[in-house]
């Protein structure tokens, strides 16, 4: 297992002669060494493609990350609400599927039925939006042509070959921010929706059902991985969408994020994967309904790709500890042909990382205060140069800094500048 020992950064503190002044060198950056990837909580996904490889099935797996719980069908055919463009100013969709058909109505119409759209869009058109002060303005583009939608707050999308509307099997593009993705089933949303600092945005959701067009577009872990592995990852991806499930979320219009702060969610495009997709879906109906849980309820199935050689607890990570959290031995997260990305890492991190990290206005020390039984920091405290000191848990260093993981050591310091003379005393 791979030990992580505590290094205290030591600044040095130069004398200004004759003033008698001192100061303090404040260092460009930091350099920090460390293993895994992610927050260590939960089951680990190297670790289960490695059991899968020993031949473990997917409820061994699952019971050995995840302590005192049971694997029990459960319903899981409720309508999720998963967000798949957050903080947007514009956006675009269309379709290539021939005689498919895409439709826009005002308002958010859940599943009504006996709703007349506000326009029928052509397969070679495209369907725009964009923000209009506290509205969302939409538009159809055909050739040179475009033709305007009257503004309203949220608009609902809906295509042919869904349960919401029949006909030909329609295939849709959702492009924003550089990014176009491909959705075949449910129906979306475009909500204006106020941000605490950038005024209103539009948030797109896409509702679909959990139990297979959700699940099926969550993109987790490669669909090349052993079937056992698969399995247990979408009963964990099951387990963690069905512990969301109904509790909205303003801010995103949403019950959960398409993106790693909840679950990724590719879309059409993980189903369809040339090769590969048929052996992630599988993996989803063949563990039809099964759910991890404590007494009998969905746990928050936390998983991460990759430790340091050992599990961490919720408790260490975030504070609050959860029962079916616990720490674990997870030494295929250490070996270079299983993890060869993060068995190792190596990290420089920015001065103005560290001191924003902190909410500092520099750093000059830094220092590993506290180290957990699993290998993570639990405290790392941060010295400015007028004194000033705070402290962050180590899972909270790492998602400020975006440095793979919170099992590091700190192993130096680099390019540090001139200093700054300290007023005399």
């Known amino acids: 297992m ?24 404040i260092p460009v950056s930091f350099q920090i060494k460390g293993a895994g990837y992610g927050h260590g909580v939960g089951m680990s996904q190297i670790g289960a493609r490695a059991k899968a490889l020993a031949g473990e099935t997917a ?16 319903d899981d055919t409720k309508v999720l609400r998963v967000n798949i463009g957050h903080l947007l100013t514009s956006a675009k969709m269309a379709t290539a599927t021939p005689d498919a058909t895409l439709q826009i109505f005002s308002g958010d119409i859940g599943d009504a039925q006996d709703v007349v759209p506000l326009a029928v869009v052509p397969v070679k058109s495209s369907l725009n939006f964009s923000i209009f002060g506290s509205t969302v303005l939409p538009s159809v583009v055909t050739g040179k042509k475009t033709l305007s939608i009257p503004r309203n707050r949220i608009f ?38 106020k941000a605490a600092t950038m005024g209103y945005r539009i948030e797109v959701t896409n509702s679909v059902r959990l139990s297979d067009e959700y699940l099926w577009g969550v993109s987790e872990v490669p669909s090349s991985w052993p079937e056992a592995a698969l399995q247990a990852q979408a009963i964990a991806s099951r387990t963690f969408a069905m512990s969301k499930a109904g509790i909205y979320r303003s801010s995103c219009d949403c019950d959960l994020y398409g993106e790693i702060s909840d679950q990724t969610f590719l879309g059409y495009a993980k189903e369809t994967e040339k ?14 309904g099964l ?49 060869p990305r993060f068995y190792q890492w190596d990290r420089t991190v920015t001065q103005s990382s560290v001191a924003a990290a902190f909410a500092l206005p520099d750093v000059v020390l830094l220092e590993v ?15 400015s140069s007028t004194g000033v000191q705070k402290s962050l848990r180590g899972e909270t260093f790492r998602s400020r800094t975006k440095i793979p993981s919170a099992y590091f050591d700190l192993v130096g310091m680099q390019n540090a500048v001139e200093p700054t003379p300290s007023p005399s005393p």
């Open 2 to 25: 791979r030990i992580f020992k505590p290094i205290i950064l030591a600044i040095a503190v130069v004398l200004i002669l004759p003033a008698q002044s001192s100061a303090r060198e």
């Open 59 to 74: 409820t061994a797996i699952i019971s050995y990350y995840y302590k005192d719980v049971a694997i029990e069908p459960l």
């Open 156 to 193: 609902t999308v809906r295509w042919s070959g869904t349960r919401y509307l029949s006909g030909v099997d329609g295939v849709i593009s959702l492009s924003h921010n550089g990014a176009t993705k491909k959705y075949r089933y449910g129906q979306m949303q475009f909500r204006a929706v």
């Open 275 to 288: 090769g590969w997709g048929q052996f992630w879906k599988a993996a989803v109906t063949n563990t039809v």
């Open 291 to 339: 759910t991890i849980t404590q007494a009998g309820k969905p746990i928050s199935a936390y998983f991460g790709s990759s430790t340091g050689g050992l599990t961490e607890t919720s408790g260490n990570a975030w504070g609050t500890q959860k029962s079916f959290t616990h720490s674990v031995a997870d030494l295929s997260s250490l070996d270079p042909v299983l993890n």
């Open 369 to 383: 205060v506290l180290k957990n039984s699993s290998g993570t920091v639990a405290t790392i405290r941060a010295t």
